[in-house]
T-cell receptor
Framework: NAGVTQTPKFQVLKTGQSMTLQCAQD?????MSWYRQDPGMGLRLIHYSVGAGITDQGEVPNGYNVSRSTTEDFPLRLLSAAPSQTSVYFC???????????FGPGTRLTVT | AQTVTQSQPEMSVQEAETVTLSCTYDTSENNYYLFWYKQPPSRQMILVIR??????QNATENRFSVNFQKAAKSFSLKISDSQLGDTAMYFCAFMSGGAQKLVFGQGTRLTINP
């Protein structure tokens, strides 16, 4: 049972490039979320999903796309990277019957 | 929209002392959950303790306990007999009942000195 996994751990992009941050969980959780962590601001919700085929926007969705084709995977796509997207990104999952969110180890993204 | 405020950006205490981290929140809901997460230098988010708003009894987990004041919308974390391994960022977080979305405070950087 690996829990929540994220790849890559580190990434450097140039402005305008696109990429996908991967997130997978093996706990059969219905809910999955993406957060970003910026210095002095805590974590903020980008997008979330309540099940396969269902996604919705969080607090800071602009510049990001998500899809949920399977229960296990919830990738986050940066369409055209900007320096303002330099951050640490966390994926999390939880079951519908519980309230503890399990976090992945995070991806540190730098956009130059 | 809910907000969570942690008014102490940094705190520092000696090993074995007791320390209290403050958190206030704003909501009009009656059904919600409150959490404290620990983030050590490894960056991993670790759940420390959880409180259901409908429970009057304060949650405790070994050396960690909370003081939940629902009317005052206050949710402080007390760490007793602090240890060097408690050095970390601590985040207070709010979740509406059934929403499965966390709203975080800005965090408190806690340093335990030997």
């Amino acid at each position: 049972n690996a829990g929540v996994t994220q790849t890559p751990k580190f990434q450097v992009l140039k402005t305008g490039q696109s990429m996908t941050l991967q997130c997978a969980q093996d706990m059969n959780h219905e809910y999955m979320s993406w957060y970003r962590q910026d210095p002095g601001m805590g974590l903020r919700l980008i997008h979330y999903s309540v099940g396969a085929g269902i996604t919705d926007q969080g607090e800071v969705p602009n510049g990001y796309n998500v899809s949920r084709s399977t229960t296990e995977d919830f990738p986050l796509r940066l369409l055209s990277a900007a320096p303002s997207q330099t951050s640490v990104y966390f994926c999390a999952s939880t079951s519908a019957s519980a309230y503890e969110q399990y976090f992945g180890p995070g991806t540190r993204l730098t956009v130059t | 929209a809910q907000t969570v405020t942690q008014s102490q950006p940094e705190m520092s205490v000696q090993e074995a002392e007791t320390v209290t981290l403050s958190c206030t929140y704003d909501t009009s809901e009656n059904n919600y959950y409150l959490f404290w997460y620990k983030q050590p230098p490894s960056r991993q988010m670790i759940l420390v303790i959880r409180q259901e708003a409908y429970k009057q009894q304060n949650a405790t987990e070994n050396r960690f306990s909370v003081n939940f004041q629902k009317a005052a919308k206050s949710f402080s974390l007390k760490i007793s007999d602090s240890q060097l391994g408690d050095t970390a960022m601590y985040f207070c977080a709010f979740m509406s009942g059934g929403a499965q979305k966390l709203v975080f405070g800005q965090g408190t950087r806690l340093t335990i000195n030997p």
